[in-house]
């Protein structure tokens, strides 16, 4: 029972801004948005979550819409080694729900 | 240097034999997981555990088995009730299992 829904893939020109979206309209209200990513061959790399404020690391930006059923992931300058695959996750935070299920992801490729 | 480690990080077994995969962390996490990933797919979830003499099932468990003997090891056994074992596995921890995951860069094992 997939619990978001992704595009299969985009592309992005390196320096410019990647917007991957991620689609949650089942989100309960004690349920996350978290983002991984995983490059190729290699394990996931956390990358950000949040719950209904949008957030910023230093790697990307969170903005979740506010009847949060949808969210999009920004990379503000995107690099070549950017390319990855980027999961976006719904659980809840800690209690006997919390799982982190991965589905298929969007293959972003970053083009020079 | 902290983190997790995983090895070997290719493994070649024959059918019918059993093989354990090491997962070792120096992060003074609470919670591991062990996931498998087949080409093209996401990551599905075999074992976690919470705590240490502990441990639950995740959506995968048949023909895999674990101990968590002590917080910083949660070694994976491929049994060979486990019909189709070649796959990429990786390995997880987090704080607790209300926070982001940490994952190894994995194991590829292939059954000939």
């Known amino acids: 029972d997939a619990k978001t829904t992704q595009p299969p893939s985009m592309d992005c020109a390196e320096g410019r801004a990647a917007n991957l979206p991620c689609n949650h309209s089942t989100i309960s209200g004690n349920e996350y948005v978290y983002w991984y990513r995983q490059i190729h061959s290699q394990g996931p790399q956390y990358i950000i979550h949040g719950l209904k404020n949008n957030e910023t690391n230093e790697m990307a930006s969170l903005i979740i819409t506010e009847d949060r059923k949808s969210s999009t992931l920004i990379l503000p300058h995107a690099t070549l080694r950017d390319t990855a695959v980027y999961y976006c996750i719904v659980s809840p935070r800690g209690g006997s729900n919390y799982k982190l299920t991965f589905g298929k992801g969007t293959l972003l490729t970053v083009n020079p | ?112």
């Open chain 2, 1 to 112: 240097d902290g983190g997790i480690t995983q090895s070997p990080k290719y493994l070649f077994r024959k059918e019918g034999q059993n093989v354990t995969l090491s997962c070792e962390q120096n992060l003074n996490h609470d919670a591991m997981y062990w996931y498998r990933q087949d080409p093209g797919q996401g990551l599905r979830l075999i074992y976690y555990s919470q705590i240490v003499n502990d441990f639950q099932k995740g959506d995968i468990a048949e023909g895999y088995s674990v101990s968590r003997e002590k917080k910083e090891s949660f070694p994976l056994t491929v049994t060979s009730a486990q019909k189709n074992p070649t796959a990429f596995y990786l390995c997880a921890s987090s704080i607790d299992r209300a926070t982001e995951a940490f994952f190894g860069q994995g194991t590829r094992l292939t059954v000939v």
